[in-house]
């Protein structure tokens, strides 16, 4: 695998359901996020992990918990979604530095989920 | 704060001819800019980004851009446009850390 994978492609999950959504990077950063992305709207930045620690979270709802084990695995757990909570899911990694020039992200291709 | 306003969020060009898509930023610090391109059921993909060294950047697939900091604008560009191209496209802002701040995106249609 190279680049940035996510698990599962397509998730449709009840009110009700748990579930877990999965990112991999095989690049050898030490950032990862979750990006929410709806239709008409701008990426929404959800979470960051730098060097495993959550460095931001930006106002999600706690029915969204993140947890990155390692620089390389970042897991968003869903519990208790609502309808508007479907959205196409994206993670992206890069490689953090403390001066100089920004080093660009890198997106895995994004879980599609659909509450029902 | 940072912010990118990204002018059409529909765009459709013939194959072959010039590719325009706009972006004009807000940021009260020096901005870090970037375009990236999103294909039907992938993630994004960086095209260029802008990092303070030359004011036009060029990027892959032949897509460039040019920072021009008195307009506050950061359009995209490309001389002829291919039936590839068709995708999404964002532009995106940051003031240094790794917070970016995204467009709403435009779509590109391009025609035989």
């Known amino acids: 695998e190279t680049g940035v994978t996510q698990t599962p492609r397509h998730l449709v999950m009840g009110m009700t359901n748990k579930k877990s959504l999965k990112c991999e990077q095989h690049?050898?950063?030490?950032?990862m996020y979750w990006y929410k992305q709806s239709a008409k709207k701008p990426l929404e930045l959800m979470f960051v992990?730098?060097?495993?620690?959550?460095?931001e979270n930006n106002s999600v709802p706690s029915r969204f918990s993140p947890e990155c084990p390692n620089s390389s695995h970042l897991f968003l757990h869903l519990h208790t979604l609502q309808p508007e909570d479907s959205a196409l899911y994206l993670c992206?990694?890069?490689?953090?530095?403390?001066?100089?020039?920004?080093?660009?992200?890198?997106f895995g291709p994004g879980t599609r989920l659909t509450v029902t | 704060a940072q912010s990118v306003t990204q002018l059409g969020s529909h765009v459709s060009v013939s194959e072959g001819a010039l590719v325009l898509l706009r972006c004009n930023y807000s940021?009260?610090?020096?901005?870090?800019l970037f375009w990236y391109v999103q294909y039907p059921n992938q993630g994004l993909q960086l095209l260029l980004k802008y990092t303070s060294a030359a004011t036009l950047v060029k990027g892959i697939n032949g897509f460039e851009a040019e920072f021009k900091k008195s307009e506050t604008s950061f359009h995209l560009t490309k001389p002829s446009a291919h039936m590839s191209d068709a995708a999404e496209y964002f532009c995106?802002?940051?003031?240094?850390?790794?917070?970016?701040?995204f467009g709403t995106g435009t779509q590109l249609k391009v025609e035989l």
């Open positions: 940021s009260s610090v020096p901005p870090y």
């Open positions: 690049l050898g950063h030490n950032a």
């Open positions: 992206a990694s890069s490689q953090e530095r403390t001066s100089g020039p920004l080093y660009e992200q890198y």
């Open positions: 995106a802002v940051t003031g240094g850390g790794n917070k970016l701040t």
């Open positions: 992990y730098n060097f495993k620690e959550q460095t």
